[in-house]
Antibody, heavy 121, light 105 residues
Framework: EVQLVESGGGLVQPGGSLRLSCTAS????????MTWVRQAPGKGLEWVAN????????YYVDSVEGRFTISRDNAKNSLYLQMNSLRAEDTAVYYC??????????????WGRGTLVTVSS | SYEVTQPPSVSVSPGQTASITCSGD??????VSWYQQKPGQSPVLVIY???KRPSGIPERFSGSNSGNTATLTISGTQAMDEADYYC????????FGGGTKLTVL
């Protein structure tokens, strides 16, 4: 079955760190860009970061630049998001998603179920 | 940075046509995708590259994009279509609209 499964969420204090994981199955993970998207409680979707197939390019939304690091291990079919210096406003469900792109389009055809990150003291 | 704007809510009667708009500067020059999200569930791609439907998405979902506005149209809206809908474009970075809650009543 083609799927993405996130893990690693939980409750963390402000200033703390957390590492999210996303395990892919049912497709050739190493041939896709991958993305993290988050959704704060009751709010809309926000793109967080993405990473090229071989990990050589990474991009971030301004609000997490310097605090979050996206990475991947193609041998383990896994995507990661290392989150440091966490703030209350980082509280959200974090989804991993598979990117498709070409001819100026960029979109996400496969999403995981998400993992909840709560930043609170 | 580039932004796209959606109306917060749209209402439609069952069987009628629902139109959800997404606005941005020269949006017609970019490709737009649309996602459906039901409560407690992950987003699902319903339209990509302005007007293409992924496999498994009903034909009643269609899209268009011209000028500064992209539109998701749901023909013969059903109760099961009640959900939040998000448009998404790409302008060197991915950008999502704020979402539109579609109510079928």
């Amino acid at each position: 079955e083609v799927q993405l499964v996130e893990s690693g969420g939980g409750l963390v204090q402000p200033g703390g760190s957390l590492r999210l994981s996303c395990t892919a199955s049912g497709f050739t993970f190493s041939t896709y860009w991958m993305t993290w998207v988050r959704q704060a409680p009751g709010k809309g979707l926000e793109w967080v970061a993405n990473i090229k197939e071989d990990g050589s390019e990474r991009y971030y939304v301004d609000s997490v630049e310097g605090r979050f690091t996206i990475s991947r291990d193609n041998a383990k079919n896994s995507l990661y998001l290392q989150m440091n210096s966490l703030r209350a406003e980082d509280t959200a469900v974090y989804y991993c998603a598979r990117d498709l792109y070409g001819s100026g389009s960029w979109y996400f055809d496969l999403w995981g179920r998400g993992t909840l990150v709560t930043v609170s003291s | 940075s580039y932004e796209v704007t959606q109306p917060p809510s749209v209402s439609v009667s069952p069987g009628q046509t629902a139109s959800i708009t997404c606005s941005g500067d020269k949006l017609g020059d970019k490709y737009v995708s649309w996602y459906q999200q039901k409560p407690g569930q992950s987003p699902v791609l319903v339209i990509y590259q302005d007007n293409k439907r992924p496999s498994g998405i009903p034909e009643r979902f269609s899209g268009s994009n011209s000028g500064n506005t992209a539109t998701l149209t749901i023909s013969g809206t059903q109760a099961m279509d009640e959900a939040d809908y998000y448009c998404q474009a790409w302008d060197s970075r991915v950008v999502f609209g704020g979402g539109t809650k579609l109510t079928v009543l």
